[in-house]
T-cell receptor
Framework: DSGVTQTPKHLITATGQRVTLRCSPR?????VYWYQQSLDQGLQFLIQ???????AKGNILERFSAQQFPDLHSELNLSSLELGDSALYFC????????????????FGAGTRLSVL | AQSVAQPEDQVNVAEGNPLTVKCTYS??????LFWYVQYPNRGLQFLLK??????LVKGSYGFEAEFNKSQTSFHLKKPSALVSDSALYFC?????????????????FGKGTKLSVKP
């Protein structure tokens, strides 16, 4: 068990809908990362938050947004869903951000499998 | 652009034989390199990392990896494979330094290599 908790495990929804994925990082971790894993794109970085603030953006669509709350949990919001958004969404956490970030291990949750029908 | 390549989609090994899962990278500057493993319906589990120092890095479950700067490779190895090692393996690189538009924290992953160990 990595200590990173993601809910729900599975999500089935229809095109055009909006969903929220939730992540609780490991105790003490201030950085949260979101990744998308799909068959065609592989594992891609979406966005990073550190202590409530956005730190970096990757290949995140404008229809997607995220936030990190004062208790450090994070939510990834996906709206106007399309069939192509079906994927496994992972959250990862690590202890720090900034110039020491690169040395730190990212611990991954079990993921949320999103199916858009 | 920074990238990681895992040239083999699948590696098949007999139990007890040595295994190698290949990874090459292309980044500016000195990379931090990682291997993760993903079992079915599970998240990614950290195996090992190279930051600096000894080119041979030892990690979890008997795995090790060799960093080769001249060949820009970071191959994952294990002397004796187990059936339970069958899983999807990902190599990843992390950008270092502060000149990547703030994205120095995220991992760039390879496509993954499926390891199948047969009894």
């Amino acid at each position: 068990d990595s200590g990173v908790t993601q809910t729900p495990k599975h999500l089935i929804t229809a095109t055009g809908q909006r969903v929220t994925l939730r992540c609780s990082p490991r105790s003490g971790d201030l950085s949260v990362y979101w990744y998308q894993q799909s068959l065609d794109q592989g594992l891609q970085f979406l966005i990073q938050y550190y202590n409530g603030e956005e730190r970096a953006k990757g290949n995140i669509l404008e229809r997607f947004s995220a936030q990190q709350f004062p208790d450090l949990h994070s939510e990834l919001n996906l709206s106007s869903l399309e069939l192509g958004d079906s994927a496994l969404y992972f959250c990862a956490s690590s202890t720090t951000s900034g110039q020491h970030t690169a040395k730190n291990i990212q611990y991954f949750g079990a993921g949320t499998r999103l199916s858009v029908l | 652009a920074q990238s990681v390549a895992q040239p083999e989609d699948q590696v098949n090994v007999a139990e007890g034989n040595p295994l190698t899962v290949k990874c090459t990278y292309s980044v500016s500057g000195n990379p931090y390199l990682f291997w993760y493993v993903q079992y079915p319906n599970r998240g990614l589990q950290f195996l090992l990392k190279y930051i600096t120092g000894d080119n041979l890095v030892k990690g979890s479950y008997g795995f090790e990896a060799e960093f080769n700067k001249s060949q820009t490779s970071f191959h994952l190895k294990k002397p004796s494979a187990l059936v339970s090692d069958s899983a999807l393996y990902f190599c990843a690189v992390r950008l270092t330094g502060m000149n990547y538009g703030g994205s120095q924290g995220n991992l760039i992953f390879g496509k993954g290599t499926k390891l199948s160990v047969k009894p």
